[in-house]
């Protein structure tokens, strides 16, 4: 069974910076795309940034090029969000999710919220 963990999330000011983790024990880590995710209350769920196996390479929604930056240490099955000049609009819960092999695994996911 495949078990992605969040964390790092929390209460920050607008402006703020947080660094979000999402640990992946136990499975072929490197073997798998990882995309972060966020949902805030009574939206849908948003692409936010992903991250390839191969390559690295990375991709971003609109709304958060600039200020967001995932990477990922295959060495430690970890995969990060950087998240800069945080924004009220940015308050979500936001949830890792690993993608290969015909199967995607889910994190349960870390609130983040953006209150003066």
């Known amino acids: 069974q495949v078990q992605l963990v969040e964390s790092g999330g929390g209460l920050v000011q607008p402006g703020g910076s947080l660094r979000l983790s999402c640990a992946a024990p136990?499975?072929?880590?490197?073997?798998?795309?990882m995309n972060w995710y966020r949902q805030a209350p009574g939206k849908e769920r948003e692409l936010v940034a992903g991250?390839?196996?191969?390559?690295?390479?990375?991709n971003y929604a609109d709304s958060v090029k600039g200020r967001f930056t995932i990477s990922r240490d295959n060495a430690k099955n970890t995969v990060y969000l950087q998240i800069n000049s945080l924004k009220p609009e940015d308050t979500a819960v936001y949830s890792c999710?690993?993608?290969?092999?015909?199967?995607?695994?889910w994190g349960q996911g870390t609130q983040v919220t953006v209150s003066s």
């Open positions: 136990g499975f072929t880590f490197r073997s798998y795309d």
């Open positions: 999710a690993a993608i290969g092999s015909g199967n995607k695994y």
């Open positions: 991250i390839s196996s191969v390559g690295g390479r990375t």
